[in-house]
């Protein structure tokens, strides 16, 4: 009996390693281990084995059934494994990626997107106000004469009832200070609209971002200090920032800031208007609430406006600011 | 307006450099756009004459020239060009020379003959962008005369003068601002003043506030012809055309001192001047040679007959200077700002007098430019002035004052400037004070100054001169709490952030739409649009965003995802709208060398991204032109929107090859970027899950059923999934009119595990209640 267990043991083993997948191993199995197998056969002899050898017989049965286990267990296993590394041996790595389908966040909203981000860490807050507005809001309380050449049919887009598109979003200063009360401290971005023919450097539409911020003893050293940290933010430490004086109806002292950054070509480019907000807006603004808490006696405020879309034509470097607006996927999807 | 730099060196001693110069400007609030110099500014380049030419004897193309230098001592020069001949007169760098480009001049050898020096082309000398040959000059020059002489050195800057300061608008108050800003000394011209007299018959006003302020002076015995080299050149240098001596000096002393002048033949005018309204459709005939016809808010000058004159803007064609002129009538006067800008603009008729009236010009000014014109007109055209001016009307005050407290400067300035710096400052700038002490001080302003007439006009001035480096950068103040714009834009950016996470791309259409192509909406139009294109505002942003779509489409474009978020407008109660509009058609996914691309998005890839976009939203079925499917998206009971599917031929008519499918939801109903969403327990038992399979008619809605499973508010059901949808046409596999449908509702208790039993006992009554309520048969 011994001895025929010793015989199978050999067969088994060698048949387990003879066999070269999965379905003769599996045969391999039950051949040896299946319920008619030659090892349960086997087994069936116990009966006629001597009392006095059952334990050793039995043990040696035993250790056959658990190393011919064993044996086809990691056949199987190594069977599997060497299938999985033919299976990914045969992946080609150098085919390309597949990203899954990532759109695009326009470039004029992600450089709008940084200019809020930046203005929101100074403490300002956001405002908006309307597209289509009336002519106070848009020039009479920016203090701008009544014949001023832009309240003009030729540049201004007027709706019938008198209303008209605004032409800056300086209206959004007007429309905060109409409902809140100083200090305020905010931005607005936002639509403004020009009767411009529309070519390489001009659209009828485009965008702008409005600052305020109006409270007691604000000076020119605020709206310096606030427009140089917001200027080195966006464009780098070491952008140049020059304030000339210049004009507006609606501020006094006025300037226009030109900034010099390796973007800009190492050339002046004009990129904002500021100034200390005008007594005369304060005013429009005290007649129009009923109340004296914008008096120019008691606040002092300045106010900055900057269009994005010529800035943003000169950061990613287009030629035409048209490419903006036309939408095309090989345009949106570098950004 | 254009600057002669030697022009303005007549009224204040400036030596520094052109640059320089435009650098303090711009520092002062005349921006200088551009400079540029004309003529020949180079040492040693001299007018020479070619005595004799020989050809090279190693050089077929160069000669050997012989010239005259202007030294006696003939010069020997070897040269390429071809276009002169013997006596011609040539400029001749020679050497030590520079010129354009640090091009230097020497001597030396060219192909083995000696060349002392270069005859030079007008390129050469930057006189002209592309010149072949040498320039040849005037015979009549003489030798050795430096080139500088022949095209004296004329540098011109360009400069932006802002509305506010009309006083710039001439070389004198140019001069002024250079003198404020460098301590140099600014002079003017000092005419004398004539004496002045009013006389109704030689010229009176009708419109005393069209026209405050009148004079006219006679000048009899003029020459009318060319003017001298010197007003040429001058009015040339700065881009006016000449045209004779009594019209060029009109020019020159607008430019010198900013009024306005225009001089008539005296001949032409029959009996006064009168300065009257046009009467309405009066014909007038302008210099320019076009017939104007006037309104009667029009301000002209007229004779006793017609309109010599519109009034600050044009003079007539048939009352002009011409060579036959021998008395002239000189007018100098001051027009109101409107009147003149109305006019101007009406007649879209603009000139440098209407540039300048329209802005307002110094009262004081008036009679001096009057005499000013009549000194020089006597210099370049002979002639005798009258004695006296005649005048009409009255100057407005020629001066006022304004008072500042030093501390308000301080204040608004931000910085602790010293009185003596603010008297300092507005000292410089003409302006006097009159009184004062320790806290504020009277200023009087100069006439030329209309826009100093408060405190802070005066800040402004001083800031300007102090120079803003002076300031010190602050950066304080109070955060604000964030407002309801605060929120609208942080959804904004979380739409935006989440539909490119999604694939799509964010476009910007116009705002401005064409009203035939809306005319379903009610729109709201532009009075005076720039055409039938922009009439409009947009009412919807999808006609923009497929007009998009089918641009990339015909780029080749095999998948295209479009979103924008933009504002619509609406002739309705709710006027202007923040929406976000999204399209897609196409490849679902992309070709590659692993997926085949075969599959376009359909509705229910749209309908899955606005159900991310919007929970809660439900869905309904609704007509709405151009779209061949579209459900209304709801939030609540609030319209949210809608999802739709353009027409199959609509969609191949923009070269579509799939469905194209289009939604717009309002901003303000979509999830909100910041919210605080409250916790639901994680499921401690097992859910057990039972399918389903029903046939019922082909129109019956999932959401019927899905509805009715609901309705019956069974306890313990915890959802409900569609995974099959099946039809046959053909009849084959299931009757025509009937489809399949396969669900699997799932089944759940918070507090313990499920038994068999309830679930089947659970499913049952929910089929009996499906079976009774809409005839639905499960196939077991």
Request: charged share 25%; proline share 6%.
């Amino acid at each position: 009996m011994e001895a025929q267990i010793e015989a199978l043991r050999a067969e088994a083993l060698a048949a387990i390693s003879a066999a070269k997948d999965a379905r003769e191993l599996d045969a391999v199995r039950v051949k040896y281990m299946g319920r008619a197998g030659a090892i349960p056969l086997l087994s069936e002899g116990m009966r006629n084995v001597p009392k006095e050898d059952k334990a050793r017989v039995g043990k040696a049965l035993n250790a056959l059934r658990t190393d011919v286990t064993a044996a086809l267990e990691s056949a199987v296993q190594a069977i599997a494994d060497a299938a999985d590394n033919a299976a990914l041996a045969d992946i080609d790595v150098t085919l390309p990626g597949i990203a899954p389908a990532q759109g695009s966040i326009h470039p004029l909203t992600q450089l709008l997107d940084r200019a809020v981000r930046i203005f929101r860490r100074m403490g300002f807050a956001l405002a908006d106000g309307p597209d289509i507005e009336t002519e106070w809001h848009c020039f009479d309380a920016l203090n701008t004469p009544p014949h001023h050449p832009a309240r003009n049919e030729q540049d201004t887009f007027y709706l019938p009832d008198g209303r008209l598109l605004r032409t800056h979003t300086s209206t959004v200063q007007i429309r905060t200070m109409e409902t809140q009360s100083p200090p305020v401290r905010i931005i607005a971005p936002g639509a403004a609209y020009r009767r411009d023919e529309v070519d390489a450097t001009h659209l009828a539409q485009f965008t702008q971002m409005e600052g305020l911020y109006v409270a007691e003893k604000v000076s020119v050293a605020d709206l310096k200090g606030t427009l140089e940290f917001f200027l080195r933010e966006l464009f780098g430490e070491n952008t140049k920032i020059r304030f000339r004086p210049h004009f507006f109806p609606f501020t006094e002292p006025s300037f226009e800031i030109d900034i010099q950054t390796p973007a800009t070509g190492g050339k002046w480019m004009e990129l904002a208007g500021c100034g200390m907000v005008d007594p005369a807006v304060f005013q429009q603004i005290c007649d129009r609430r009923g109340d004296e808490v914008y008096h120019p006696d008691k606040v002092s405020g300045f106010a900055f406006g900057f269009g994005l879309d010529r800035l943003a034509m000169n950061l990613i470097g287009i030629p035409d600011i048209r490419m903006l607006v036309e939408n095309d996927l090989r345009f949106l999807r570098q950004f | 307006m254009k600057i002669s730099l030697s022009w303005l060196k007549e009224f204040v001693p400036y030596e520094g450099a052109a640059q320089d110069l435009g650098d303090l400007l711009t520092r002062a609030g005349l921006e200088v756009g551009s400079i540029e110099t004309r003529g020949a500014d180079f040492p040693k380049v001299v007018v020479a004459q070619i005595l004799e030419s020989n050809p090279h004897p190693n050089a077929d193309r160069l000669s050997v020239c012989k010239v005259d230098d202007g030294s006696g001592e003939p010069r020997q020069i070897v040269c390429g060009a071809k276009n002169y001949k013997v006596g011609d007169k040539v400029p001749l760098a020679l050497p030590g020379a520079v010129l354009p480009g640090n091009f230097k001049i020497k001597s030396g050898k060219l192909r083995g003959v000696e060349s002392d020096g270069m005859m030079c082309s007008a390129k050469e000398l930057n006189l002209a962008e592309d010149a072949q040959g040498l320039l040849i000059l005037s015979p009549d020059l003489k030798t050795g005369t430096p080139i500088s002489e022949v095209f004296p050195p004329e540098t011109v800057l360009e400069i932006e003068i802002t509305p506010n300061r009309p006083d710039w608008l001439s070389h004198a108050g140019v001069a002024r601002e250079v003198a404020a800003n460098t301590n140099l000394p600014a002079t003017s011209p000092n005419p004398g003043i004539a004496p002045t007299r009013e006389d109704a018959a030689v010229a009176r006003i009708e419109d005393a506030t069209a026209c405050p302020f009148y004079s006219v002076r006679r000048i009899s015995g003029v020459k009318i012809g060319p003017s001298p080299e010197w007003l040429r050149r001058r009015l040339e240098s700065i881009g006016l055309r000449s045209i004779n001596n009594v019209v060029d000096v009109t020019n020159y002393v607008m430019m010198e001192l900013g009024q306005p002048l225009h001089a008539f033949d005296a001949a032409k005018i029959a009996g006064g001047i009168i300065v009257r309204r046009a009467m309405a459709g009066e014909k007038f005939l302008a210099l320019d040679g076009r017939e104007y016809e006037l309104r009667s808010a029009d301000l002209v000058i007229a004779d006793s007959g017609r309109a010599v004159a519109l009034a600050g803007v044009m003079g007539g064609e048939d009352s002009g200077v011409t060579e036959t002129t021998t008395d002239l009538l000189l007018e100098s006067a001051l027009f109101d700002p409107p009147t003149v800008r109305a006019t101007a603009r009406a007649l879209d008729l603009h000139s440098d007098s209407s540039y300048r009236f329209e802005r307002g010009v110094d009262p004081a000014g008036v009679l001096l430019a009057s005499a000013r014109a009549v000194e020089l007109i006597l210099e370049v055209a002979g002639g005798v002035a009258e004695e006296t001016v005649v005048v009409a009307g009255a100057l407005p005050p020629l001066e006022w004052t304004v008072e500042l407290a030093y501390s308000r400067c301080r204040d608004l300035l931000g910085v602790g400037i010293s009185n003596d710096r603010v008297n300092a400052a507005l000292a410089k700038l003409g302006l006097d004070k009159v009184s004062g002490d320790d806290a504020k001080s009277v200023w009087k302003i100069p006439s030329g100054r209309a826009d100093l007439t408060r405190d802070v006009d005066l800040i402004e001035e001083v800031v300007r001169l102090v120079g803003i480096e002076s300031i010190p950068s602050r950066l304080v103040g109070a955060p604000t709490l964030a407002t309801r714009a605060d929120a609208t834009y942080d959804d904004a950016m979380h739409v935006r952030r989440s539909l490119r996470d999604l694939g799509f791309s964010e476009a910007r259409t116009s705002t401005l739409v064409s009203r035939a192509s809306h005319s379903a909406y009610p729109l709201m139009e532009l009075r005076n649009p720039l055409g039938e294109e922009q009439s409009a505002l947009r009412p919807t942003l999808l006609t923009g965003l497929l007009a998009a779509v089918e641009r990339n489409l015909n780029f080749g474009a095999t998948s295209v995802r479009l979103f924008e978020v933009g504002r619509v407008f609406s002739a309705s109660q709710e006027e202007q709208v923040d929406r976000v509009a999204l399209v897609m058609t196409g490849e679902r996914v992309a070709k590659s060398w692993r997926d085949s691309g075969d599959e376009s998005f359909d509705f229910f890839d749209m309908k899955g991204v606005v159900q991310s976009l919007v929970r809660s939203a439900t869905f309904h079925h609704v007509s709405r032109e151009p779209f061949a499917l579209a459900v209304e998206v709801k939030v609540g009971d609030a319209s949210a929107g809608f999802v739709g599917q353009i027409s199959p031929s609509a969609a191949r008519a923009m070269n579509a090859r799939g469905p194209v499918i289009a939604a717009e939801l309002r901003l303000d109903l979509l999830e909100a970027a910041d919210q605080v969403r409250e916790f639901v327990p994680i499921p401690k038992f097992p859910a057990v899950t039972r399918d389903f399979a029903v046939v019922v008619p082909r129109d019956m809605a999932f959401g019927t059923i899905e509805a009715a499973v609901h309705a019956a508010q069974e306890p313990l059901l915890a959802g409900m999934q569609v995974f099959d949808v099946f039809a046959d046409d053909t009849g084959a596999k299931l009757p025509a009119d009937r489809k399949s449908l396969a669900f699997s509702l799932t089944f759940r208790s918070p507090e313990r595990t499920l038994t068999a039993e309830e679930v089947t006992a659970a499913c049952d009554r929910l089929k009996a209640g499906l079976r009774s309520q809409l005839g639905v048969d499960f196939r077991e």
